[in-house]
Nanobody
Framework: QVQLVESGGGLVQPGGSLRLSCAAS????????MEWYRQAPGKERELVAH????????NYTDRVRGRFSISRDNAKNTVALQMNSLKPEDTAVYYC????????WGQGTQVTVSS
């Protein structure tokens, strides 16, 4: 079945870095764009980063541009989010997402930025 599994979240101090990973299975990964979303407590889920099927095109919300980097490995069916210079306001549950004929979401991974 279609599955997205995130990993790599945790607790990090402000200014630190984390690398999230999402492993995809159950569909032909190389032809689908992939995205990372996040949802902070009491807030709506927001799009953080987008990568095209080939990886040639990426886009970011202004809140993370220049600090986060999305990448993918189509041979391994994985997409990653490198997060640098983390801020307390980056604290959220981060979700991997793709749109097949339906929206497909992972279970999420918690990122907490705190001293």
């Amino acid at each position: 079945q279609v599955q997205l599994v995130e990993s790599g979240g945790g607790l990090v101090q402000p200014g630190g870095s984390l690398r999230l990973s999402c492993a995809a299975s159950g569909f032909y990964f190389p032809i689908y764009a992939m995205e990372w979303y996040r949802q902070a407590p009491g807030k709506e889920r927001e799009l953080v980063a987008h990568i095209s099927d080939s990886g040639d095109f990426t886009n970011y919300t202004d809140r993370v541009r220049g600090r986060f980097s999305i990448s993918r490995d189509n041979a391994k069916n994985t997409v990653a989010l490198q997060m640098n210079s983390l801020k307390p306001e980056d604290t959220a549950v981060y979700y991997c997402h793709t749109r097949l004929i339906f929206d497909c979401w992972g279970q999420g991974t918690q990122v907490t930025v705190s001293s």
